[in-house]
């Protein structure tokens, strides 16, 4: 059974720094890897997707890395600012493209 | 274009009494999934449509729970008898699955279910 697991559960950072969140999974077979931001009583928003066969993506100030040997993904956040202030949620989807499967999510706080 | 939306966005309901959960999913959109959140849970898996079968019912935690989608697009879900381990978030997605390929998996805002 798939596991994946998000480190560190909480981050707080002043603003303009340079940040990574974890994510790690245990069964590599995946087809993707997705990133979102969930913010408070809000539903999930895509970030980035990263296919089985792709080792990063990027969009804006999001840079997102997958090793799938490894079993490890980072999302690193330039230049932070307080409205990057939500909880970040790393899924894998594996065979059959149902489940996705979610991480705890990192919650990020970044203050002015 | 318009995103995924569902219906209601809360609903308190009674121990016991039936409810139904809906989903508009993206026009053309051919894969939907129903997702539970839970606090100290996390998000779950419940079910996956593709069209308008279930290929993986695998999530659903009691037959108390059904799905089911039509025309290949609005879905609801189904809670026979609510409990209150059933007060929950649930969230709705879409996606475009195509080609050999899974794409990006779009949420809707969610049904909050208050089971008193």
């Known amino acids: 059974k798939q596991e994946v697991t998000q480190i560190p559960a909480a981050l707080s950072v002043p603003e303009g720094e340079n940040l990574v969140l974890n994510c790690s999974f245990t069964?590599?077979?995946?087809?993707?890897l997705q990133w979102f931001r969930q913010d408070p009583g809000k539903g999930l928003t895509s970030l980035l997707l990263?296919?089985?066969?792709?080792r990063e993506q990027t969009s804006g100030r999001l840079n997102a890395s997958l090793d799938k040997s490894s079993g490890r993904s980072t999302l690193y956040i330039a230049a932070s600012q307080p409205g990057d202030s939500a909880t970040y949620l790393c899924?894998?989807?594996?065979?059959?493209?149902?489940?996705?499967?979610f991480g705890k999510g990192t919650m990020l706080l970044v203050s002015p | 274009g318009a995103g995924v939306s569902q219906s209601p966005s809360n609903k308190v309901t009674e121990k016991g009494k039936d409810v139904e959960l809906r989903c508009d999913p993206i026009s053309g959109h051919t894969a939907l999934y129903w997702y539970r959140q839970s606090l100290g849970q996390g998000l779950e898996f419940l079910i996956y449509?593709?069209?308008?079968?279930?290929?993986?019912k695998s999530g659903l935690p009691s037959d108390r729970f059904s799905a089911e989608r039509t025309g290949g697009s609005v879905s609801t879900l189904t809670i026979q008898r609510t409990q209150q381990e059933d007060s929950a978030v649930y969230l709705c997605a879409s996606s475009l699955v195509a080609g050999g390929m899974a794409y990006e998996q779009y949420f809707g805002p969610g049904t909050r279910l208050t089971v008193t």
């Open positions: 069964d590599s077979a995946i087809y993707n």
């Open positions: 899924a894998v989807m594996n065979s059959g493209y149902s489940t996705l499967t």
């Open positions: 990263i296919q089985s066969s792709q």
């Open positions: 449509f593709q069209g308008n079968s279930a290929p993986d």
